[in-house]
């Protein structure tokens, strides 16, 4: 069954350090999401992205925040500046059409110290 | 805002029962999904349940839908140890963005 590819499972970054998560959606999947899951908490929604443009992004998706698909294959979230309160799990989402339900990463674990 | 709550927040039930859990949202939707997280692990998908659908089964799965009192409802039956997670019902908000918001979970622990 097709997946969705999250790289890295975990990682761990210094406060105010860049960092980008990646993510290989399902090949002829149309829509592609972040999503954040802090300790504990809610997942929340982040950003869609649909024919090579942000389609809606949430109040939490602030300029230190950019989506990319640089090359058809890879879709990638960038946190310019981290911050303590960005530690969390970080999902990435692909969809063909919400009607056909989504499929989710297996996350990777952003860890700021 | 957030929409699809579910109840109750925690269910400790003995291998071989049936877990019962439930989900309240507040504005129309186009589906909702069922998804099962493993502690600190990824989302699961489950089952979608589409608006004009009243009942679902997968494997021992079932999922019902009622879209006049904007709830829903997942059992599984004959529980596994296996089956300890949290549960989480999610709604799309906007149906031309296909974006889900998430309730909180139900945490669902199976005693051997």
């Known amino acids: 069954e097709p997946e969705v590819t999250q790289t890295p499972s975990h990682q761990v970054t210094q406060m105010g350090q860049e960092v980008i998560l990646r993510c290989v959606p399902i090949s002829n999947h149309l829509y592609f999401y972040w999503y954040r899951q802090i300790l504990g908490q809610k997942v929340e929604f982040l950003v869609s992205f649909y024919n090579n443009e942000i389609s809606e992004k949430s109040e939490i998706f602030d300029d230190q925040f950019s989506v990319e698909r640089p090359d058809g294959s890879n879709f990638t979230l960038k946190i310019r500046s981290t911050k303590l309160e960005d530690s969390a799990m970080y999902f990435c989402?692909?969809?063909?059409?919400?009607?056909?339900?989504?499929?989710f990463g297996s996350g990777t674990r952003l860890t700021v110290v | 805002s957030q929409q699809g709550e579910e109840d109750p927040q925690a269910l400790s039930i003995q291998e071989g029962e049936n877990a019962t859990m439930n989900c309240s949202y507040k504005t129309s939707i186009n589906n909702l999904q069922w998804y099962r997280q493993n502690s600190g692990r990824g989302l699961v998908h489950l089952i979608l349940?589409?608006?004009?659908?009243r009942e679902k089964h997968s494997g021992r799965l079932r999922v019902t839908l009622d879209t006049s009192k904007k709830s829903s409802s997942l059992l599984i039956t004959a529980s596994r140890a296996a089956d300890t997670a949290s549960y989480f019902c999610a709604t799309d908000l906007i149906p031309n963005d296909y974006k889900l918001s998430f309730g909180a979970g139900t945490t669902v622990t199976v005693r051997a």
């Open positions: 989402a692909s969809s063909f059409g919400g009607y056909y339900g989504y499929t």
């Open positions: 349940i589409r608006s004009n659908e």
